[in-house]
């Protein structure tokens, strides 16, 4: 397995389909190396994982500009509360999975989840409070997602 990527070559990448990142060093609270993400417009399934003790509270806000992404799994962010607004500008988007975010309560407002107008499968995967939340009928989020074709909680 790759351990180092330099992120000039991330960015000569311009075919690339799928990709797998994360799992980094457990003294890092953010995601290095990722500026030249955008410059990936042919990548269209993401694994992006963040980490067990908590550390990482946010998604890379270069995540935002892979409006070609038809696959998104969010995997290990311990330390992340909220799906943040910008999740809404992934257009493309069709698949959103959710995994291990333990403390994850809540996804982006539902103006932004009408915005994933192409969202067909919503998996959320123990992610015990979102998990919760998203219960069909009562669960404060579960208006946002109500629209969503195949919704998955386990």
Known sequence: ????????????????????????????????????????????????????????????????RLTALNSLSICYFHGLEALPEWLGNLSSLQILQLQFCMNLKYLPTATAMQRLSKLRKLEITYCPYLGENCSEGSGSEWSKISHIPDVEIG
């Open 1 to 64: 397995m790759l351990s180092c990527f330099p992120e000039k070559i991330l960015g000569g990448l311009t075919r690339l389909r799928e990709s797998r990142i994360g799992n980094f060093s457990e003294e890092l609270d953010s995601f290095p190396y990722l500026n030249s993400i955008q410059d990936l417009p042919s990548l269209q399934s993401l694994a992006i994982f963040g980490d067990s003790e908590g550390r990482i509270k946010y998604l890379p806000d270069q995540l935002q």
